[in-house]
């Protein structure tokens, strides 16, 4: 995770004259110059003077500035830095494995493996993705019927579309990443795929990217579905951050003419819920893997971000959804 820092202008002067005793006093007469009173500059000497005329001399001093250096984030030293990338890379991997195994395969966890579920988690996960951002239980709402929403606990469709939410504004974190290139497949399929199976397959990217960037790399050009998501960075960034917020609000308060009970019984559904399902459970691991991605990601792309607004975003991207958001609403698009 990236701290970004603002390298400060500095005048150097290569000018050092002797310095004249001043007369005190009790004694007004200064004393004796040498012949040849010398000074570095640029190999040159002041001639004999009086010290008068020598005290109320200007002295030029020929100072240069130090080229001011872009905004860089920390991590940068990191790329320089091998065995630390190395060890960030091999934990990467490490994480891969263990999300697979632990969510997809072994049957430890909470709820049933990925070759053994069952039906009764097919037809949830099935209803959950029709309720897709609250679009049919709204509709319906307001007298449109063209399909009937399933009626499902308000807790979990609140979770479901919370992290299908933050997975959405990712879509232009990964577009407008830095280290994109390091990457060498589709970034459209990736992030396809993270919408459906989320940090399956961004945690593969966060680990790739740590590679060592080509000599001769050059920035490729963003795909429409990059394009579209970068110049739109703002919208998606509302969009999703909205569906975050209705999402939370939904989980306490939506569906309260049904039978789902108050926000107690909805609390102890939810660790019920967390406990006996593996989907819902993953999407625990989702939302504590993106915690630590976001403020990741987002710190090694400051670059991107409005000047002014960068100190801003660098604070709020440890605030889970809401620095991202911030993220998008004040990316530079210019430089994109």
């Given amino acids: 995770m990236a701290m970004a820092v603002l390298a400060t202008q500095s005048l150097l002067c ?67 830095d091998g065995p630390l990338r190395r060890v960030l890379q091999l934990s990467l991997w490490a994480a891969e494995a263990v999300y697979i195994l632990w969510l997809f395969l072994l049957p430890y966890a909470p709820g049933d493996p990925v070759w053994a579920i069952s039906s009764n988690t097919i037809n949830e996960l099935i209803g959950l993705s029709l309720n897709f951002f609250f679009i049919l239980p709204l509709t319906n709402a307001v007298g449109i019927r063209l399909i009937d929403a399933p009626v499902l606990h308000p807790m979990s469709e609140g979770l479901f579309n919370f992290v299908i939410g933050w997975t959405l504004m990712f879509a232009p974190l990964l577009f407008t990443d ?12 990736l992030w396809g795929l993270q919408m459906f199976l989320t940090n ?11 590679n060592e960037a080509d000599a001769d790399s050059r920035p490729s050009k963003l795909s429409p579905l990059g394009s579209v998501m970068t110049n739109g960075a703002a919208v998606v960034g509302l969009i999703g951050g909205a569906v975050c917020v209705f999402s939370a609000i939904w989980a306490l308060y939506g569906r309260m003419d049904g039978e789902f009970g108050n926000i107690t019984d909805r609390w102890q559904f939810l660790v019920s819920y967390l406990g006996s399902e593996r ?24 670059q991107n971000v409005e000047k002014s607004k960068v100190g801003v975003v660098s604070y709020l991207r440890f605030i889970p959804v809401v620095g991202l958001v911030a993220y998008l609403l004040f990316l530079n698009l210019e430089d994109q």
């Avoid at 625990?284 to 792309?301: A, K, R, S």
């Fill in 14 to 80: 290569q000018t050092h004259c002797w310095a004249l005793p001043r007369p005190t006093p009790f004694n007004s007469n200064p004393p004796p110059l040498p012949s040849r009173y010398p000074c570095k500059h640029h190999g040159e000497t002041w001639p004999t003077t009086s010290f008068s005329t020598l005290h109320s001399m200007p002295i030029v001093c020929r100072a240069s500035r130090r080229k001011s250096t872009a905004l860089s984030s920390i991590s940068e030293g990191s790329d320089q």
């Fill in 178 to 189: 830095r280290k994109r290139d390091r990457y060498k497949s589709s970034l459209d399929v």
């Fill in 200 to 210: 399956t397959f961004l945690i593969p990217y966060m680990a790739i990217r740590l």
């Fill in 279 to 302: 989907l819902a459970y993953a999407f625990i691991w989702d939302i504590c893997l993106y915690t630590i991605f976001q403020p990741w990601l987002i710190g090694e792309n400051l």
